[in-house]
């Protein structure tokens, strides 16, 4: 049974920064994305940034040069660093990973940025 569990969610100062990381556990393969989500109250799950297998990335234009997404294939993690955070980054954040025949979500990491 595959898991994905999300650490270092917390609450910050708006132009704080956090690392958020994401490792796989159990039998998963042929990952092609990984990527992270967030859910504000209120609204629609939304992508943050994604990263796709050949190393090329994605990312929201709220969150272009502010957060930058990485991966390690061979330990199954994926980490986000978000950096002058802002108050509408608040939400609880979610780890994805994608193989050709399986989607993979965490349980959710709470972000939350004071004004």
């Known amino acids: 049974q595959v898991q994905l569990v999300e650490s270092g969610g917390g609450l910050v100062q708006a132009g704080g920064s956090l690392r958020l990381s994401c490792s796989a556990s159990?039998?998963?393969?042929?990952?092609?994305?990984m990527g992270w989500y967030r859910q504000a109250p209120g609204k629609q799950r939304e992508l943050v940034a994604r990263?796709?297998?050949?190393?090329?990335?994605n990312y929201a234009d709220s969150v272009k040069g502010r957060f930058t997404i990485s991966r390690d294939n061979a330990r199954k993690m994926v980490y986000l660093q978000m950096s002058s955070l802002k108050p509408e980054d608040t939400a609880v954040y979610y780890c994805?990973?994608?193989?050709?025949?399986?989607?993979?979500w965490g349980q959710g990491t709470q972000v939350t940025v004071s004004s």
């Open positions: 990263v796709i297998s050949g190393g090329s990335t």
């Open positions: 159990g039998s998963i393969f042929s990952i092609n994305t």
């Open positions: 994805n990973m994608r193989s050709p025949l399986n989607d993979y």
